[in-house]
């Protein structure tokens, strides 16, 4: 699995860890972090969806 570095304000950060750790919403912070990109993503393909913008496999 490929490494990304990002640099991350101090009060995201903050936020984050109140979701990360032992009986929390995500065991790490790359769980937290994978999990909101995926969810970006797909919200932006819902978006792209509705003004017609995904091209589709046919």
Do not use: W, Y
Not at 9 to 37: C, Q, T, W, Y
């Amino acid at each position: 699995m490929p490494k990304v570095t990002v640099e991350i304000p101090d009060e995201l950060m903050n936020d984050l860890d109140e979701h990360v750790g032992d009986d929390k919403k995500f065991v790490n912070r790359s769980d937290a972090i994978r999990a909101s990109v995926r969810k970006t993503l797909d919200m932006l393909d819902d978006i792209d969806q509705r003004h017609g913008r995904l091209e589709t496999e046919e």
